[in-house]
């Protein structure tokens, strides 16, 4: 046999043929030859690598080089430097997310050095369609050890002890299945193969039989012999084509080499295989529709019992097993029972095969040891989730399994563990779902799917999931009551209860499950007509808007934008706002993330379209002066939540006054704020726009300090708003931290905004890795006598709960953030600070929010040294005013305990919003606070009930899509606005942004996708 | 003969029969749809429902397909049967209001609501014509095409069959076709009629008998000439 020095292994999976590999394997022996290494160098095409993301993949060997996402011109060039020069191409190596540095082995690379191979070792190592190679890979030595030195039972009873159980899902023990087939009379029995795998997003059986065909033969031909069968079928659906075609030629080349047919390997056992293609249903995949099938009839469960290893197909005893339970009998036949069981958990042994898909940066197919946490498959196999998004779930176990929680992923999976935890192992599909996933609609559509594919002969089953999924359908659109929730749960167990076969008994696992631990996901669904994911389209109509707390008509204002009429998007945004100003420049933008264009690009930029509607629009609509009449209203804070709050009252009618603390208005907008971010000017004019509807400001008023709640009373205020804000910086928690020079951010930040003179050194630390920590130091930065600004952070970036262009605007601006940083204890030198002491940290495991969790390196304490410290973890409200009045209910939080709804506190006519019950929180919402208050308030006022009635998203006007040109259509990149350069901002505190010009707003505000408009027509469509 | 348990008693059956079969015998009355002594046993519509087995691993099965094995623990009343079935008997409602067979149940199981949006389709996929066709008929002239919610009864292709012979077998049959008193447009889904003794204003009126005459409480009979105005506060 001829020698070669390397081996090109390209992966020929389904996967990795439909993104190109055969092209690929094409070009590398076209350049071979070229290159004359063709008697050097093999090219290979194997079975499923297994690492679908990264198709198309080849691995060199022996060096176990591992290259991704190949395009034929990459081939050249890796031929010449790898194969011709000995030089690895480093651009072609997978880079895990997150890191910069390529890994070029493939057992370094996390998704397989966790792995642990059995059932598919032959993997993207041997070329499936030739028997020789997996014989050389001790091919078919189980199948001459079974049949040449063991008796059938000794066969039973080794894979009894070995302890496997189905690999379809049920889990029922192999061993026991085949001892009751072997002891029921009859002179012909057969085994069967089921490969009719058709869970969405589940592809090991696929793979398995793409890549060592053999291995399931050999099962077979082992399986048959315990039990004493003449003959076996292997039913595959029909839409796996590639599978078909290997496992036939595998079957030939058996048949030629004698291990399949007349008297194998001589010992005169006769056994032969017949492929069946799968007509396509998905029902055929429960075993007695699967026998139905295969004779030929319509594929329908019957009743069980006869189980089919009393009567199977045509009536005969049966043995079908799935394709990984056949794989894994060579195994076990010959290392034997007692090997094999020291895998897994007590009742699971030996490994699973587990299609890794949906939200995770790793897609592929990976084996595991039984009894591995969902966690180490999600984040050390899976490389976590990609753009720093929350997980929310993983479905397992195809459309009949269940959701599994979040908090639930240190779950060691096994059979029991699964069911247990309202899912099940299934054939082995694991689907991620992040914060952007709906889980009404991950339900919806595993219902849709169920009842497409229900044979329909069961009443339970067949009314059972269309009445499902018409209720889930109802709830998506917004149109749920309350008792669905109860007719689902009695509906759902109904069909669970009255069905017959195992489709329909598992049919309402979607619905159960995800009522069981995302309860919360329906009320908002049914109760607030809200999607938390922003998904259920019918409920959204555009993602911005419905994102928004106070519901502001981005699309709406973008489009009169688009159109050039700056003053009717302007009179759009006033309409829902009052602190627009505001608005434009500070706000979250949480519509942003939620952006439809951002899902392929970049999002619209609907922050700074907001700022080009005000900028832009000349002589626009100013609202009349009101003089303040009606019922007293009491506002205690004239935050963002207050001046809402306040602004809504005057125009509800009522007599609204804000009492401040500080000698400026604005809250956190004035104080915590920088003013290069938020010009004074700006605010001035938002603030102007709330007094002038007919509200009255009184400066330095402090609650506790100045009058008391009851004062107020006493004074015919009639209810009471308390928006204070969070101002009060929590400490540390390390030593030394009262000395001389550590300054909690608030402070820090509001002596700077009120004009006081601020001691601080030119050395300064910020620790804490929040807005505040980044307001802090760029405000520090910007101060005379400051040289540089250290921000210490624990985590690294991809954790900081900071704004991302906070961030890069202060990295821009010459600070530096050290990272995986954690302070121990403040350096004091003469009651002065001096220094800081840290620790350097390393990130461990995910913990139940999600994050990796810094662990400290031991011995690896630094000092860094600076001259003031500004303290910035999180903030709290200031309560300090309640040392007299303490009827409140306060959390351990510090914050108020309020009604959910209508945001009213234990004691009747005060209410309480914004940060005060949030903790830190943003503009936004507690701008919808504000609004939520004033609403509850004049209910209570009017001695009404205090209910809310809720709609589902919907634009107040239409507005006409403009046209585009063909080059505006392609338009794709985001615009981004004019910006003060970093030098020349850096010791003033003139505003950083400024804003979009006229004809690059009417540019940015054209690639908007209009998401409202599809709505409209479905509207119309179901209106008519 | 296989010993079995029904309902808490030790009881006897012939070998081979279905649990129905031996319930019948000892007078356990289980209701049916598409079940019929001159057809195979079919299992579709889920009415004869009974609970096997105890404690976790107990489940419901269809009385009329499943065989009595030895020792087996059967109930045919439990709370798991009766919330099932009186599912089924409201999903039924919910596709047929029209037949007559499918209100006679709800009134007898008490089903009093029916909480789904009605259909008023002409099938309830019991099966019983397809059985009737090939079975006694010798025909086979219709059959199931389709699956899940989509499923339906046809002749091949949907084109007149030339096995069939007109004899109307599969119509005689039909629970779907046989018409409830009120007629397919009745304005209530679920007519709670003749089967069910319980007077339908009971809720209102404790001492005053619906039967007797009309209150217009109920709305069954609102607008007919003898309607009188109610006894208290009209």
Same mark, same amino acid.
């Given at each position: 046999m001829k020698e070669f020095r390397t081996h090109l292994l390209v992966c020929a999976g389904t996967g990795c043929v439909a993104a190109g590999s055969y092209d690929i394997k094409k070009a590398l022996e076209k350049e071979i030859v070229k290159r004359k290494l063709h008697n050097e160098v093999r090219v290979v095409a194997t079975g499923c690598n297994g690492f679908c993301e990264r198709g198309p993949i080849v691995v060199v060997q022996p060096d176990g080089i591992f290259y991704q996402k190949l395009k034929p011109k990459d081939i050249p060039i890796l031929v010449e430097e790898h194969l011709l020069k000995g030089r690895p191409v480093k651009n072609l190596m997978y880079v895990p997310p997150a890191e910069e540095k390529p890994i070029p082995k493939m057992m370094d690379i996390g998704f397989f050095s966790h792995q642990r191979l059995i059932v598919l070792k032959n993997r993207g190592r041997i070329d499936p369609e030739n028997i020789d190679e997996y014989i050389a890979f001790e091919g078919y030595q189980a199948l001459e050890k079974a049949l040449t030195e063991m008796n059938p039972e000794d066969i039973i009873n080794e894979v009894k002890d070995a302890g496997l159980r189905g690999r379809g899902g049920a889990g029922f023990p192999t061993g026991l299945k085949w001892e009751l087939c072997s002891k029921t009379p009859g002179d012909v029995k057969y085994v069967v193969c089921n490969a009719d795998e058709g869970d969405p997003g589940a592809f090991m059986d696929r793979?398995?039989? +793409?890549?060592?065909?053999?291995?399931? /033969?050999?099962?077979?031909?082992?399986?048959?012999?315990?039990?004493?069968?003449?003959?076996?079928?292997?039913? !595959?659906?029909?839409?796996?084509?590639?599978?078909?075609?290997?496992?036939?030629?595998?079957? +030939?080349?058996?048949?030629?080499?004698? /291990?399949?047919?007349?008297?194998?390997?001589?010992?005169?056992?006769? =056994?032969?295989?017949?492929?069946?293609?799968?007509? &396509?249903? =998905?029902?055929?995949?429960?075993?007695?529709?699967?026998?139905?099938?295969? +004779?030929?009839?319509?594929?329908?469960?019957?009743?069980?019992?006869?189980?089919? !290893?009393?009567?199977?197909?045509?009536?005969?005893?049966?043995?079908?097993?799935? !394709?990984?339970?056949?794989?894994?009998?060579?195994?076990?036949? /010959?290392?034997?029972?007692?090997?094999?069981? +020291?895998?897994?958990?007590?009742?699971?042994?030996?490994?699973?095969? =587990?299609?890794?898909?949906?939200?995770?940066?790793?897609?592929?197919?990976?084996?595991?040891?039984?009894?591995?946490?969902?966690?180490?498959?999600?984040?050390?196999?899976?490389?976590?989730?990609?753009?720093?998004?929350?997980?929310?779930?993983?479905?397992?176990?195809?459309?009949?399994? &269940?959701?599994?929680?979040?908090?639930? /992923?240190?779950?060691?999976?096994?059979?029991?563990?699964?069911?247990?935890? &309202?899912?099940?192992?299934?054939?082995?599909?694991?689907?991620?779902?992040?914060?952007?996933?709906?889980? !009404?609609?991950?339900?919806?559509? =595993?219902?849709?799917?169920?009842?497409?594919e229900s044979c329909g002969k069961c009443l339970s089953c067949r009314e059972g999931t269309q009445r499902i999924w018409e209720i889930l359908d109802r709830i998506t659109k917004g149109r749920g009551t309350s008792a669905d929730i109860t007719l689902l749960e009695e509906l759902a167990q109904a069909t669970k209860d009255a069905s017959m076969c195992g489709l329909g008994q598992t049919a309402a696992n979607p619905v159960l499950s995800t009522l069981n631990y995302f309860m919360d996901e329906y009320e908002a669904h049914i109760k607030y007509k809200k999607c938390p994911a922003v998904v259920c389209k019918s409920m959204i109509s555009s993602p911005c808007q419905h994102t928004c707390p106070i519901a502001t008509e981005a699309p709406q204002y973008i489009a009169y934008i688009a159109h050039g009429e700056f003053e009717k998007a302007y009179d759009i945004i006033l309409k829902d706002n009052p602190l627009l100003n505001v608005c434009a420049r500070v706000c979250h933008h949480p519509c942003e993330t939620k952006c439809r264009a951002g899902q392929g690009g970049k999002p619209i930029a609907i922050r700074e379209l907001k700022r080009a509607a005000i900028e832009h629009s000349n002589g626009r609509t100013r609202p009349k002066v009101r003089k303040a009449s009606g019922e007293k209203v009491a506002i205690i804070g004239s935050g963002p939540s207050g001046l809402t709050a306040a602004h809504a009252l005057a125009h509800m009618g009522y007599a609204p006054t804000i009492f401040e603390a500080l000698p400026i208005a604005g809250g956190m907008l004035a104080v915590g704020i920088p003013e290069y971010r938020l010009p004074k000017k700006a605010l001035k004019e938002d603030i102007n726009r709330v007094l002038n509807a007919g509200v009255e400001l009184k400066l330095e008023h402090k609650l506790g300090r100045d009058f008391m709640l009851e004062d107020l009373f006493k004074q015919d205020y009639r209810a009471v708003y308390i928006a204070v804000g969070a101002h009060k910086s929590i400490k540390l928690g390390i030593p030394n931290e009262e000395a001389n020079g550590v300054i909690p951010a608030m402070r820090f930040l509001t002596d700077v905004s009120v004009g006081k003179q601020v001691k601080i050194g030119n050395r300064v630390g910020v620790i804490g890795g929040g807005n505040s920590a980044v307001d802090a130091a760029r405000v520090a930065n910007r101060l005379p006598n400051v040289h540089k600004v250290t921000i210490i952070y624990r985590r690294t970036r991809n954790e900081m709960p900071a704004y991302a262009e906070e961030i890069e605007s202060a990295l821009e601006e010459g600070i530096e953030i050290k990272f995986l940083t954690a302070p121990s204890e403040i350096v004091v030198k003469d009651g002065s600070i001096a220094g800081v002491k840290c620790t350097k940290m390393n990130l461990?495991?995910?913990?139940?929010? &999600?994050?990796?969790?810094?662990?400290?390196?031991k011995n690896s304490e630094i000092v860094i040294e600076i001259d003031t410290l500004i303290s910035a973890i999180s903030e709290q409200p200031d309560l300090s005013f309640f040392e007299k009045e303490n009827d409140f209910e306060i959390t351990g939080w510090n914050t108020f305990v309020v009604d959910k709804e209508s945001l009213s506190t234990n004691v009747a006519g005060v209410f309480a919003g914004g940060d005060a019950i949030r903790g830190p929180s943003s503009v936004i919402e507690a701008m919808a606070d504000g609004k939520r208050v004033a609403e509850a308030m004049d209910k209570y006022l009017k001695n009404k009930h205090i209910t809310f009635e809720y709609r589902v998203t919907r634009p107040s006007v239409y507005v006409e899509p403009v046209k585009l040109t063909v080059e505006e259509t392609l338009e794709s990149t985001r615009q981004e606005p004019r910006k003060t350069k970093p030098a020349a901002r850096s010791k003033t505190f003139t505003e950083v942004d400024l804003g979009f010009s006229k004809s690059a707003a009417i540019k940015e505000a054209k690639r908007c996708l209009r998401c409202d408009l599809e709505i409209k027509e479905e509207d119309e469509k179901e209106q008519s | 003969m296989i010993s079995f348990i029904l309902n808490g008693l030790d009881v006897q059956t012939e070998d081979g029969s279905t649990i129905l079969e031996a319930c019948k015998f000892y007078g356990i009355e289980i209701p049916t749809l598409c079940y019929n002594e001159g057809l195979r046993p079919y299992g579709g519509c889920r009415l004869c429902l009974?609970?096997?087995?105890?404690?976790?691993?107990?489940?419901? @099965?269809?009385?009329?397909?499943?065989?009595?094995?030895?020792?087996?623990?059967?109930?045919?009343?439990?709370?798991?049967? @009766?919330?099932?079935?009186?599912?089924?008997?409201?999903?039924?409602?919910?596709?047929?209001?029209?037949?007559?067979? @499918?209100?006679?149940?709800?009134?007898?199981?008490?089903?009093?609501? @029916?909480r789904f949006p009605v259909r008023n389709d002409n099938c309830v996929l019991c099966g019983l014509c397809v059985r009737m066709c090939k079975e006694q008929m010798q025909s086979g002239a219709i059959g199931f095409s389709e699956r899940g919610y989509k499923k339906k009864i046809v002749t091949p292709f949907n084109i007149r069959s030339e096995q069939c012979r007109l004899c109307g077998g599969c119509i005689y049959i039909c629970p779907a076709c046989q018409m409830r008193c009120q007629g397919p447009d009745a304005e209530t889904d679920l007519c709670s009629g003749c089967l069910s003794l319980e007077p339908t204003c009971i809720e209102t009126h404790d001492d005053y008998q619906c039967w007797m005459g009309t209150t217009g409480d109920c709305g069954t009979c609102e607008g007919r000439p003898d309607q009188r105005t109610k006894p208290d506060n009209r």
């Open positions: 793979s398995i039989l +793409e890549a060592d065909p053999h291995a399931v /033969l050999e099962g077979m031909i082992i399986g048959a012999r315990a039990i004493g069968a003449t003959n076996g079928y292997i039913y !595959v659906r029909t839409e796996y084509p590639l599978a078909l075609q290997r496992i036939r030629i595998a079957i +030939e080349q058996a048949e030629s080499y004698g /291990l399949l047919g007349q008297d194998i390997l001589g010992t005169g056992f006769d =056994f032969s295989i017949e492929v069946k293609r799968g007509a &396509g249903a =998905f029902v055929s995949g429960e075993e007695t529709s699967l026998l139905a099938a295969i +004779e030929g009839k319509i594929g329908i469960p019957k009743q069980r019992p006869p189980y089919p !290893v009393q009567k199977g197909l045509w009536r005969k005893p049966t043995s079908i097993n799935n !394709v990984e339970t056949w794989a894994n009998v060579s195994h076990i036949i /010959l290392r034997g029972a007692k090997w094999y069981s +020291e895998i897994g958990t007590e009742g699971s042994k030996g490994t699973k095969i =587990f299609s890794l898909v949906g939200k995770i940066n790793n897609t592929g197919l990976v084996e595991v040891p039984m009894g591995i946490t969902m966690k180490d498959i999600i984040y050390e196999i899976g490389g976590g989730i990609p753009n720093n998004k929350q997980i929310k779930a993983v479905q397992t176990g195809g459309p009949s399994g &269940g959701c599994i929680p979040r908090n639930m /992923l240190d779950l060691a999976i096994d059979y029991e563990s699964l069911r247990k935890a &309202g899912s099940m192992m299934g054939s082995g599909g694991m689907i991620v779902m992040d914060e952007d996933t709906c889980m !009404v609609d991950v339900a919806k559509y =595993f219902m849709n799917f169920l009842r497409d461990g495991t995910v913990d139940k929010s &999600g994050r990796r969790r810094p662990i400290p390196i | 009974v609970e096997i087995g105890s404690g976790e691993n107990s489940r419901l @099965v269809s009385s009329c397909t499943y065989p009595v094995e030895e020792g087996l623990n059967v109930r045919t009343n439990t709370k798991r049967v @009766v919330d099932a079935r009186k599912m089924m008997i409201e999903l039924l409602v919910s596709i047929c209001p029209q037949s007559k067979t @499918v209100q006679d149940l709800a009134s007898k199981y008490h089903v009093t609501r @029916v």
